[in-house]
């Protein structure tokens, strides 16, 4: 069996102690709430840690209200399957429970939570292996190495992004908060997230994720929104291409955009051109729609570094987008829909 | 480092008191301390389902969380199904259907049919295929486990619905006068022994 | 013949008028496994679930470079983990093993070279697998590098640095092979069209979910026992033989249940036999758990194979001839590739008349992990080129797909062009149930674009006619042991995969004795007590053991129904065993219970018990390699899929698949099911995702050559929510070389499925892809390329060296080749543990081993 290498659980019971510990220990220390991502990436040994420091035991926390003003705030360590099933997340936010949804296979909703699925590791197919397998390429600049194989000539780490909720909460313009040894801040989610697949968020290493406050603008009665998802089978892979889009509009006009799109950047890269193509031009306007999704292909930086072949992806960035847009604007889609599935 | 912690844990509704590292995860403990290996792995990495257990009623990767995080819970594992010496429903469906073949995949299988059916008695053909998707099965093609699984969903509902005869025999060949198959059921013939 | 040759139908036929009759409850019914209540309380004893007093923990070293002469190695940081016991280095085994008498190429611990990545170099034991693990990661390996071999066109095109230095081939090549079945010439020249085509098929794994494991204990001064998930316990018992240097009598093998095999548990493997070696250093039972990445190396997986195939047919479909070459990426080691490699040539010709067949196969070394057999092994790479190809000759022709197969039939019984005896044949049937089923006739060709229907079909054997020793002994042997419970005991080398093999087993048994399923024990696939059946491979345990059994529970009915009849003043003949009664056929109220004539025969004959065995009567073919292929009957299949493809983006849905499957007969039908939406489920992984394939860093900064994704998450198996509804027609028409008329069904209906959804997607949007897998991608290309195909374009230049010609029985052969030098008869030797070997042979080894000098 693949096991854990040994370390110490600490288990605090509120938030400042969570922080002081891992400010005090540096980089040997880590969080973990479900631990669906930090389990496995420490059974294959590229995340290391002495000292895990659990959240699960952080009163408060796995807290979900739809808040004061009709904002919805989830807190850190809300399982996945809490936010997929909760009806107001499926009657106000339905792009965001379905890309909930489409995260993973049941019992890991089950286990893991919105704040460790925003906080989520990169990805690549040269890190995600076992400590023997990153010997046999003599590791890569991620982790303990010197080259990174995806792009040989580069300095930077391509690593993916992996996150669903991510570009999904970024296109509601969502926010979260951030709760350090000195106390909290809030920032918009976009800010979470760094271009670079090593150092890939924008949060000091103590800083815990406590909360997500989806705002009230973004919801069903306000925004029109979708989320596409690409991957291989209908269930347990993550994402190699999605596409988020919300839209508002006054008078059929779009007077608001964001796209993101996870998996085909470091982070979950915002489309902004292809937005401010769609404004001020009527909704469901299928040229903006192509001229959009057009502009969104150019963002996309699909690398080999996961499943399916890498430029294919970039095609289907292109496509994706099309249909979450038609979707959004409540035109027909046509083509292979993903399955992304909401079942009672 | 990885120091020995002794934790008492309820599997199966019984309490047990166990010593193990630290670091070790439910499945190994349910396994190796607790000699309960009805439980199997085939990634510990979250990827297959095999180890799938029940905590507080709801279905969790053993592979994927520690032990000693379970003090105070209620653990249920795949040797816990049946009622002393009397199978459940799910495990005569499975077991009279051929949705266990090699047999690996099936406790962790139960396991998550099991959660699905306490909260959903009457699931529909997509809300099984969805509920059980994290697990993976090499040898069925999964037709017989779903078939299985709404054919115990029925028995449990208290409705006494064999499956119909194509399940057990396959479609009748088209065409031909007797291809019809007598539909026996697997109960008449052969769940003398649950 | 003689006695142990002949089928049970022939015996039954000669003693109808003495033998007594039975009428059993199970074989036909859909009863529960016997296994059917361990497996779903969790009380079946997979290998990892074993654990003994004292056990400890084994974990191998493994390659880090692909190709390398192996330095130093440095176990001094290992020594310093809490709880090390010790290490095993290529020095301490240096026997070779394989599967094969021929490939005897692989060391359990890497003796002077590394071949891949993952290749064993070193073992270290310790008190836990923690330990055990930290230990292993903390040897260091110094290893001289050497240049490596990524692919089958690089091995054909790069002659050194030699993976292998192989006597009998050159550069990387393993194995090659060239056969001219009649004259193609004359063949082609009476074709009106003519298609030469390119195909690929990428290699991909078994994935059973079950990951290797062992234990082995050691049971005195120099006897161990060794449990395994293993489908061959016999030929990992030879393997262990040879391996630890011990008498076979020392050794005990028993395969525990596999938790999935599909012939990735059919090779003796590394870890088994240092298993063995380090119980027997440490005296304590040492346990063996491989991670899945470590399942990735062991492999023994389909091979990547590049086919050109030429075909002739007539304007009215008739096929005059075909020539299909071969070229098969092997991997690093031997393992049964040269049996892959006849394979996928031999069954070319089961199917369809072919009346001309040439065929020349090669296998190549490469530095990844061997390949080996996989459910259909080496068959479903050239059966996905047949009917691709048959599939676009329809098109040419103006003749729908299903009426161009109906045409070309092969009969029942026949002699096929390259000497394989048929039996029966279900497979127009088979046609003509999925072509009603999925309204062929009515949809195909007429569908909106983006839906699409695809037909194929596919045939396997039953069996393999030759064991993988050449040797005279049975393929199959069954022990019963009545006695005065009224039980019996069943013992069988067979192996239980998953399966069903322990059902079919006990079912025989009961029917042929009327009694119950609860009254048979069995005692399996343990090489101290069981009788040997030669393992879970081929298709071959449903007919053989099924045969072996029927004939020992014959007997023993024989026995019992003597002391019965006497009893009950009854001629023998009228006497029915049934309801675990035995009893007048006239007057079903004189009888006595099964135990009370058990009784009355052990107080006549002392204890009872009784033995049966199958031995496959000997194929026509007598040219040099054609013991591949022969097989006591073939089954039949043949599928329709129907697709949904977005040819925007190229991804597309399988719909629906109705398959019907030529079983002979259904022992057990709801087996018989799982087994064919089983191999559904495979084909389709196979057709759509599944893939083994392999990295190469840029050769200017690396020398890693290493696989892509050996992981359950990377590696593409489908979910539930992958596979599309399946209809399935169970096709009945008994054969007289089966069990009861039964055929095989574990691989079988795997083979239509990958050209299957080729053709369904041709049919949808017009487009080919002449690959598998059929990834999204390929469908777009092939959409916007100009002769609308995604595929190889290029052969390698490969030498197949000299072929050998065989006359077709049409041409008056006789099964010889006319210019093989070697066609005269040469007697075999018998060494001491059986094995066969020819004169030739055996000098050969005895020179090279400096024992004569003749
Ligand atoms: C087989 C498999 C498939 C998966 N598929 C998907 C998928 O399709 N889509 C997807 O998005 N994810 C997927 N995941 C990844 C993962 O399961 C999810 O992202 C999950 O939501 C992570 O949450 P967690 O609580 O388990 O995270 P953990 O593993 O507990 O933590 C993840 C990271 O976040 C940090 N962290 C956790 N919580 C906080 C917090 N509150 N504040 C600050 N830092 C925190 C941890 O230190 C750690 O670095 C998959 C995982 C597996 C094993
Ligand atoms: S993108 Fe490059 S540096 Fe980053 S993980 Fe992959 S190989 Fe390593
Ligand atoms: S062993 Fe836990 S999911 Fe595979
Ligand atoms: S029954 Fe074998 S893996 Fe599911």
């Not at chain 1, 420490?42 to 003003?69: I, N």
């Not at chain 3, 330095?71 to 085994?93: K, N, Q, T, W």
């Not at chain 3, 195909?199 to 001064?221: I, R």
Request: glycine share 10%; net charge negative.
């Amino acid at each position: 069996m693949l096991r854990l290498p040994p370390f110490r659980l600490r288990t605090p019971s509120s938030l400042e102690e969570a922080a002081r510990i891992v400010a005090g220990e540096g980089p040997a220390a880590r969080f973990v709430a479900g631990g669906t991502d930090l389990w496995p990436n420490m059974k294959r040994r590229h995340q290391k840690a002495d000292t895990v420091v659990s959240l699960m035991a952080v009163p408060g926390l796995a807290e979900l209200r739809g808040d004061t003003g009709g904002n919805l705030e989830i807190g850190g360590t809300v399982t996945l399957d809490r936010v997929e099933r909760d009806e107001r997340v499926q009657t106000r936010f339905p792009a965001l429970a379905r890309a909930v949804a489409s995260i993973s296979s049941p019992p890991l909703r089950n286990m893991g939570t919105i704040g460790g699925n925003l906080c989520v590791d990169t990805r690549c197919t040269y890190y995600n292996q076992t400590e023997e397998w990153r010997r046999s390429i003599d590791y890569c600049l991620k982790e303990e190495g010197t080259v990174c194989w995806v792009a040989p000539g580069s300095s930077r780490c391509w690593a993916h992004t992996a996150s669903d909720s991510a570009p999904m909460l970024a296109a509601l313009g969502a926010r979260v908060r951030l709760a350090g040894a000195e106390g909290e801040r809030e920032i918009p989610l976009a800010d979470l997230y760094r271009d670079d697949g090593i150092d890939y968020l924008g949060k000091r290493p103590e800083e815990v994720l406590s909360r997500v406050v989806v705002p009230a603008e973004a919801d069903a009665g306000h925004c029109r929104s979708a989320f596409w998802k690409l991957r291989r089978r209908g269930s347990i892979d993550f994402a190699v291409l999605s596409v988020a889009v919300a839209l508002w509009q006054e008078h059929g006009v779009v007077t608001r955009a964001r796209i993101h799109l996870g998996a085909v950047a470091s982070w979950p890269v915002g489309a902004e051109k292809a937005a401010e193509a769609l404004v001020g031009r009527p909704v469901g306007d299928e040229e903006a729609i192509r001229e959009a999704a057009k502009l969104v292909r150019r963002v996309a930086t699909p690398m080999d570094n996961t499943d399916f072949l890498a430029q294919w992806r970039g095609v289907m960035a292109e496509r994706y987008a099309e249909s979450a847009l038609r979707e959004a604007s409540g035109l027909e889609v046509t083509g292979l829909a993903p399955n992304h599935r909401l079942v009672g | 480092m990885s120091r020995a912690v002794t934790a008492t844990l309820r599997v199966n509704g019984e309490e047990r008191t166990v010593a193990f590292p630290g670091h070790h995860t439910l499945l190994e403990v349910l396994r190796e301390e607790c000699a309960l290996t009805g439980t199997k792995h085939g990634c510990e990495l979250g990827e297959c389902g095999a180890c799938t257990v029940l905590v507080d009623g709801r279905p969790v990767l053993s592979c994927l969380t520690l032990a000693c995080q379970h003090e105070g819970r209620e653990i249920e594992t795949v040797e816990g199904l049946a009622d002393g010496n009397r199978l459940g429903p799910l495990q005569v469906a499975f077991a009279d259907l051929g949705a266990a073949q090699c047999g690996y995949c099936t406790p962790g299988i139960l396991m998550a049919a099991e959660a699905m059916l306490r909260e959903q008695p009457r699931p529909s053909r997509e809300r099984i295929a969805e509920q059980l998707s994290g697990n993976l099965c090499r040898c069925t093609g999964y037709l017989k486990i779903v078939e299985a699984v709404e054919w115990a969903a029925a028995v449990r509902r208290g409705e006494d619905a064999g499956p119909p005869p194509e399940i057990l025999f396959g479609h009748p060949e088209p065409g031909r006068p007797g291809g019809d198959a007598p539909g026996r059921r697997p109960s008449e013939t052969a769940s003398s022994n649950t | 013949m003689n006695d142990e040759n002949r089928s049970p139908a022939d015996a039954a036929a000669d003693a109808a008028d003495t033998s007594p009759s039975s009428a059993g409850r199970y074989i036909g019914a859909p009863f529960r496994r016997v296994d059917g209540r361990a497996k779903v309380t969790g009380d079946t004893r997979f290998a990892d679930d074993l654990v003994f007093p004292r056990m400890v923990f084994v974990k191998l070293v493994r390659s880090t470079v692909p190709h390398a002469r192996v330095g130093a190695i440095d176990f001094s940081a290992a020594r310093e983990v809490p709880g090390y016991l010790g290490h095993l280095v290529g020095d301490d085994l240096p026997i070779p093993f394989g599967i094969l008498p021929v490939s005897q190429d692989e060391h359990a611990l890497a003796l002077d070279k590394v071949r891949f990545v993952g290749d064993p170099v070193a073992a270290v034991a310790a008190t836990t697998e923690d330990a055990a693990t930290e230990a292993a990661l903390a040897v260091g390996v110094e290893y001289e590098q050497l240049a490596t071999i990524a692919s089958l066109e690089e091995a054909l095109a790069t002659p050194e640095p030699r993976i292998h230095e192989l006597e009998r081939s050159e550069g990387n090549v393993h194995k090659a092979v060239s056969y001219r079945f009649g004259d193609l010439e004359a063949g082609l020249a009476e074709a009106d069209l003519f298609l030469d085509d390119l195909f690929y098929y990428e290699g991909n794994t078994h994935l059973a979910m079950e990951q290797h494991a062992c234990v082995a204990v050691p049971e005195d001064d120099d006897r161990v026992t060794l449990y395994s998930s293993t489908q061959t316990p016999h030929y990992v018992h030879r393997a262990l033989t040879r391996v630890l240097g011990l008498p076979a009598s020392r050794i005990r093998v028993v395969a525990t249940s596999n938790g999935g095999g599909f012939g990735g548990k059919s090779d003796p493997f590394s870890h088994e036999m240092v298993a063995a070696k380090m119980a027997l250093v440490l005296g304590r039972p040492v346990k063996v758990v491989l991670t899945r990445e470590e399942v990735f190396y062991c492999h023994r997986g389909r091979h990547p194979v590049l086919m050109s195939q030429r075909t002739g047919f007539t304007k009215d479909g008739r096929i005059t001839a075909q020539h299909l070459k071969t070229v098969l990426d092997g991997g690093a080691y031997g393992s049964y590739g040269v049996a892959s490699t006849y394979y996928t040539g031999a069954l070319q010709t089961v199917t369809y008349k072919l009346p001309r067949y040439a065929f020349d196969g090669v296998r190549t070394f490469t530095n990844k992990p061997p390949c080996g057999p996989k459910r259909g092994h080496g068959t479903p790479q050239p059966r996905f080129a047949w009917e691709v190809q048959l599939d676009k000759a329809a098109h040419r022709l103006g003749i729908d797909p299903a009426e161009l197969r109906l045409r070309n039939l092969e009969e029942p019984d026949a002699v096929t062009a390259n000497y394989l005896q048929l039996g029966t044949i279900g497979l127009r049937r088979c046609i003509e149930a999925v072509v009603e089923g999925s309204g062929w006739r009515e949809r195909y060709g007429k569908l909106p674009e983006g839906r699409g229907l695809g037909l194929a079909c596919g045939s396997y054997l039953c069996g393999a006619g030759l064991p993988i020793y050449w040797n005279h002994m049975p393929h199959s042997g069954v022990q019963l042991q009545l006695d005065r419970s009224g039980g019996v005991a069943v013992f069988c080398g067979e192996t239980e995969i998953g399966q069903g093999s322990d059902s079919v087993l006990a079912a025989l048994v009961a029917d042929v004795l009327g009694i119950e399923l609860g009254d048979i024990r069995l005692c399996v696939a343990d090489t101290d007590l069981t009788p040997v059946d030669l393992g879970s491979y081929s298709s071959r345990v449903t007919l053989m053991m099924g045969n072996a059994a029927i004939q020992a529970a014959e007997r023993a009915r024989e026995l019992v129904a003597q002391a019965a009849g006497d009893a009950l003043e009854v001629p023998v003949s009228r006497l029915v065993f049934a309801d675990r009664r035995v009893f007048d056929a006239e007057t079903p109220a004189d009888g006595m219970t099964f135990q009370e004539a058990v009784i009355l025969a052990e107080a006549r004959f002392g204890t009872l018990g009784t033995t049966g065995s199958y031995t496959p009567s000997r194929n026509p073919a007598r040219y040099r390699g054609s013991g591949v292929g022969s097989s006591p009957t073939y089954s039949y299949s043949a599928a329709v899929l129907e697709v949904e493809v977005d040819p925007l983006t190229g991804l597309y849905r399988p719909a629906h698949v109705w398959i019907a499957h030529d079983i002979g007969r259904s022992l057990n039908p709801v087996l018989v099911m799982g087994q064919v939406e089983g191999s559904v489920y495979m084909g389709l992984g196979e057709a759509m995702m599944e893939e083994q394939v392999f990295r190469r860093l840029p050769p200017s900064r690396s020398s890693a050559l290493v696989h892509k994704m050996p992981s359950l998450l990377e590696y593409k198996s489908p979910t539930f929510h992958d596979m599309p509804p399946v209809t399935t027609y169970l096709i009945e028409d008994p054969d007289p070389a089966g069990p009861m008329g039964a055929k095989e069904v574990g691989q079988g209906p795997l083979l239509p499925i990958m050209p299957a959804l080729s053709n369904a997607i041709f049919d949808a949007v017009g487009a080919r892809v002449d690959q598998v897998p059929i990834h999204p991608h390929m469908v777009l290309k092939a959409l916007s390329a100009k002769d609308r195909r995604y595929g190889p374009r290029a052969f390698p230049e490969v030498d197949f060296g000299p072929p050998l010609h065989v006359p077709t029985p049409a041409e008056g052969g006789d099964g010889r080749a006319i210019d093989d030098p070697r066609h005269r008869r040469t007697h075999g030797i018998r060494s001491a543990d059986g094995t066969m070997t020819t004169r030739e042979e055996a000098l050969r080894a005895q020179h090279a081993a400096g024992l004569t000098t003749g």
